[in-house]
């Protein structure tokens, strides 16, 4: 459902990737989906990845355990205007706060 939701990845996409040394801790991807669905009424989750809606904003969200290279990915759709640039980072800024990586 979230990668129906989502779409394909684009290259003008915004990506924010929040990396951790030496891995991701156990669970933590899980406990930061509970955070942030707890903030946003519409979202789709699957196995590593969860999509938030705010409006017409959808972000996704990423856990990579893969190949000694541990990260989170925040990514949204690229903005048309400056408006719409705000509105996506704010929600960039509210997942990062949520993983305590600000």
């Known amino acids: 459902m979230v990668v129906q939701?989502?779409?394909?990845?684009k290259l003008d996409d915004i990506n924010v990737y929040?990396?951790?040394l030496p891995e991701v801790p156990?669970?933590?991807?899980?406990?930061?989906?509970?955070k942030t669905c707890s903030l946003y009424q519409?979202?789709?989750?699957g196995k590593d990845h969860c999509l938030l809606s705010s409006g017409d904003k959808l972000v996704l969200m990423r856990e990579n355990n893969k190949d000694g290279d541990p990260?989170?990915?925040i990514r949204c759709k690229r903005p048309e205007t400056s408006a719409e640039f705000r509105r996506s980072w704010?929600?960039?800024l509210t997942v990062m706060y949520a993983s305590g990586a600000v």
């Open 18 to 20: 929040v990396y951790f």
């Open 26 to 34: 156990h669970g933590f991807f899980h406990r930061l989906i509970i």
């Open 42 to 45: 519409t979202h789709w989750i």
């Open 71 to 73: 990260y989170i990915q």
């Open 5 to 9: 939701m989502w779409g394909e990845d």
């Open 90 to 92: 704010d929600l960039f």
